[in-house]
């Protein structure tokens, strides 16, 4: 398959947080500038104020942006996949135009057939509007930011995915889909799928609870050790689901759609370096930290 703009775009974000890995693991003592690339969230180092490296923070509850966007735009190719698959009408030649411009669309033959691209658009819908559902009403974002740079990317990532799913499917020309295209890899992959996607919303919610009182209210914006589910075999649950889904997601799609392998794995590179930074700082910040928890895949890593 030819390379396309998508194809570099995931394999630049690949080669960039492998580079972090290095830094990471090699250079600690790396420049404040870089420290500020590795690092968001409760892991990122406090700035005074006067540091001019504060320019470049964007406060985390900025996170529900991404969701935002994702549910919108995510809608809106899942709307011209239902019109082209079921309804047989041709997607907007501007929306074809761009596609291939990005991508090697059309594929000829289609990695991925009508129902399986309809059915992972589908679960990334579910996925976008819950951890949307979640920024706004179970999360309690404390004071930390992100860099300007995680929050540009992210915003990149949501468009890109939904782009990257349906590049590979069948031509966008009216032609219907056909249910004898059902088959057990969507079965697998969507109970993987469920599976994960209540392991994760479980995991938010221990994190959410950790900050309220058993009334319910908000008494903290404090970190403590956060213990149940998945939090008792890994430091990051909520990351080895997030995993898990797009694993799924590749699953259903069957096993020769090309760049769902590349998105998993940048879901594995990215989170990864993500876990191992949140593992160590929980370690660190907490001398009672359960020694027995894992980074990121239970007993592996």
């Not at 799928?193 to 392991?199: A, E």
């Not at 058993?214 to 890994?234: A, C, L, S």
């Not at 898990?244 to 799609?253: A, D, E, F, K, P």
Request: charged share 15%; proline share 4%.
């Amino acid at each position: 398959m030819d390379s396309c703009l998508l194809e570099v775009f995931w394999f630049s974000l690949i080669s960039a947080f492998l580079l972090g890995w290095t830094v990471y693991s090699l250079f600690p003592s790396a420049p404040d500038f870089i420290q500020d690339l590795l690092h968001y969230g409760k892991c990122k180092v406090v700035r005074d104020d006067r540091s001019w490296l504060r320019v470049f923070d964007i406060p985390k509850r900025w996170f529900s942006h991404f969701y935002y966007e994702g549910v919108v735009w995510n809608s809106f190719i899942l709307l011209v996949a239902l019109l082209s698959y079921v309804g047989g009408v041709p997607a907007f030649w501007w929306f074809q135009e761009a596609l291939s411009f990005l991508s090697t669309y059309p594929v000829d033959p289609p990695t991925a057939d009508h129902v399986s691209v309809l059915l992972a658009l589908i679960l990334l819908e579910f996925q976008f509007l819950r951890r949307l559902w979640e920024c706004v009403y179970v999360s309690i974002f404390s004071d930390v930011s992100v860099h300007l740079v995680h929050y540009l990317l992210g915003l990149v990532y949501y468009l890109a995915v939904p782009l990257s799913i349906i590049a590979e499917g069948p031509k966008l020309d009216g032609t219907r889909l056909s249910l004898s295209d059902v088959r057990w890899s969507h079965v697998v992959g969507t109970g993987l799928f469920i599976w994960s996607f209540w392991q994760q919303n479980k995991a938010h919610i221990i994190l959410a609870n950790l900050r309220k009182d058993k009334r319910g209210y908000v008494v903290t914006r404090g970190h403590k050790i956060p213990y149940g589910g998945w939090f008792e075999y890994v430091s990051n649950p909520h990351y080895l689901a997030e995993l898990l889904m797009y694993l799924s997601i590749t699953i259903v799609l069957g096993g020769e759609h090309y760049l769902s392998y590349v998105i998993l794995g940048y879901i594995l590179v990215e989170l990864g370096l993500c876990g191992w930074i949140t593992h160590n700082w929980y370690r660190t910040k907490f001398d009672n930290y359960p020694s027995s928890r894992s980074i990121l895949i239970p007993y592996i890593f």
